[in-house]
């Protein structure tokens, strides 16, 4: 083992992440490398430890994640950046910190893990966002905090790690979700929430993007759909077999689609689906004549 840098830390460091080549540490240090910004957290690059913008945090750090440029801390501290919502977890972007959203936290954050645009955050909050079900867990999602699944953990969470759509947690609690045997860690599965695949009005361009919000003309169905492609589309029975929420779940079908064009989804296919994803077998040749264009 060999030290970061000439100048050691004078604390301890709860979490490590890393970035290309920096790494980030997360703990109850302050002034790291000398840099009196450096306070709970910092960046060891190039050699050398420093701040993460001019303001430091005010208390200790318990969980650092990392999605792209920005860095997602969370911990005991409050007002990061003098932000006064960024209590306890908070997002610095662009040199300066900010909050998660306009209602802060109420307490400590142990774990970030992020999936896609979506942050979760575990620790001994209550609440989030107002969600009387967001509580210790809770999932940051278009700007507002929520509950996953509408299930609320009775103790801390303390580690989350996700793979695919499901959400590991770990903590103090027990019986995760009702279940009797969820003592500790439990696994969350995320629900496919929103399949959307057009109507045979929209365009069904070269990419498979067949997301379009309002023809202006409906394409002629021949020649421009090839009777040698198919195409497949979820279903809600197939849905239904992919979430345990198919009530959340809305729908649409190809249904002016000639029934022979449409075929059941694999089990493989269904448990591939995602809230974004929708599976197109075989692309058409031709789009259909504009105006209609993707819109996701
Ligand atoms: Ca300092
Ligand atoms: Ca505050
Ligand atoms: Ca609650
Ligand atoms: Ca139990």
Redesign the pocket.
């Known amino acids: 083992m060999v030290s970061l840098g000439a100048t050691p830390l004078n604390n301890t460091v709860s979490t490590i992440a890393i970035s290309g080549t920096d790494v980030y540490a997360g703990g109850g240090f302050?002034?790291a490398g000398g840099?009196?910004?450096?306070?709970y957290i910092a960046k060891f690059s190039g050699g050398v430890w420093s701040?993460l913008g001019a303001t430091?945090l005010n208390n200790s750090l318990n969980a650092i994640a990392i999605s792209g440029a920005d860095v997602y801390a969370g911990g005991d501290f409050i007002n990061a950046g003098g932000d006064a919502n960024a209590d306890f977890i908070a997002k610095f972007s662009g040199g300066a910190w900010s909050a998660l959203g306009g209602t802060p936290l109420n307490s400590s954050v142990y774990a970030i893990a992020i999936s896609g645009a979506d942050v979760y955050a575990g620790g001994g909050f209550l609440n989030a966002g107002g969600d009387a079900n967001a509580d210790r867990i809770a999932k940051f999602s278009g700007g507002a905090w929520s509950a996953l699944g509408g299930m609320p953990l009775n103790n801390f969470a303390f580690a989350i790690a996700i793979s695919g759509a499901d959400v590991y947690a770990g903590g103090r609690f027990t019986d995760a979700g009702g279940d009797t045997n969820a003592d500790y860690v439990a696994r969350f599965e995320i629900p496919s929430a929103t399949i959307t695949v057009n109507t045979a009005t929209d365009e069904l361009n070269s990419d498979g993007d067949c997301s379009c919000a309002k023809p202006s003309k409906p394409p002629t169905p021949t020649p421009l759909w090839m009777p040698a492609q198919r195409v497949q589309v979820p279903t809600p029975s197939s849905l239904a077999m992919r979430s345990a929420q198919p009530a959340s779940s809305s729908i649409q079908t190809c249904n002016q689609l000639p029934a022979q064009m449409v075929s059941p989804l694999t089990a493989e296919e269904i448990s591939a689906l995602t809230e974004t994803t929708y599976i197109v077998r075989s692309t058409f040749r031709q789009a259909p004549p504009s105006p209609c264009r993707t819109s996701t």
């Open positions: 302050t002034d840099d009196a910004n450096a306070d701040a430091p």
